[in-house]
């Protein structure tokens, strides 16, 4: 079924719509046969793509239509600012009233914040027994622990240097959390970015722990730093040239830094 009308059971398999905008399927991470399931589909990906890290997205979990019936947890009685639309708390996620569990023991209610740290331990079980050495995990969602079994993105952000700001801000919020290699989509995700914003935000996430340039499929302006020398702004890919040969004549420093942090709690 697409969005059954009726209350989804832990029986029922859960749809709704995500990337590429299309019908997806919501994993109930709380059951044992959904883990084991899982580690399968990683192995299978893995066999035909070789990887060593994964990156788990979308996993507040995010749903782009979610069809939820009428009761009092979908559709409290007081709206809150923490309501997207219509009065409904399942706006972009899934209905309150699912059932998760082996026996539909969990409402989605009260386990929707450990949505993405059951799946995220879920990934990193699955990504041990697939590659046998260390990766990593990307996660968007997070949870108190969830430095244990993954790293951090503070997800999608827009080419504006207020967001090039704050992504200072979620860095260190993010480090006190416990989850020290975090970071930003450098020169911003959303909206076309501009030459001198890339080139500040390059030499400056040359430097967060998890660094990583990302674009919205939709921009128009592409940002990859190699690029900028072939529209007429070849400062951009030398400051960006610059940063990361600085990063790696640092980088015994700095995972020295992250191995601290992991095993000993430093910041």
Request: glycine share 8%.
């Amino acid at each position: 079924r697409f969005n059954p009308p009726d209350v989804p059971t832990d029986k029922d398999t859960y749809y709704g719509k995500v990337w590429p905008y299309g019908p997806a399927a919501f994993p109930d991470f709380f059951k044992n046969e959904t883990v084991l399931w899982w580690q399968g589909q990683v192995k299978n990906l893995h066999d035909t793509l070789p990887f060593d890290s994964l990156w788990f997205d979308m996993n507040e979990p995010s749903n782009f239509k979610a069809l939820c019936p009428k009761n009092k947890l979908d559709y409290p009685p007081i709206r809150s600012s923490v309501i997207f639309s219509n009065n409904q708390l399942s706006a972009s996620t899934l209905c309150m009233v699912t059932e998760q569990g082996e026996k539909g023991e969990y409402r989605h209610y009260d386990v929707h914040s450990m949505y993405g740290l059951t799946g995220l331990i879920a990934t990193r079980k699955a990504l041990d027994a697939t590659i046998g050495k260390r990766g990593f995990v990307v996660t968007r969602s997070s949870y108190p622990t969830s430095g244990r079994y993954g790293n951090h993105w503070s997800g999608d952000n827009s080419a504006t240097w207020p967001m090039m700001h704050h992504s200072i801000v979620g860095m260190l919020e993010f480090n006190m959390f416990g989850m020290s290699f975090t970071g930003a989509d450098i020169c911003g995700l959303i909206l076309d970015t501009t030459p001198e914003l890339c080139r500040r935000w390059s030499q400056l996430g040359a430097f967060y722990p998890f660094s990583r340039n990302h674009n919205d499929k939709t921009a128009i302006q592409d940002q990859d730093p190699g690029v900028w020398a072939l529209q007429g702004h070849p400062e951009v890919t030398e400051a960006a040239r610059a940063s990361l040969q600085l990063r790696y004549q640092l980088i015994h420093y700095l995972y020295t830094l992250l191995y601290r942090s992991y095993v000993y709690g430093d910041t």
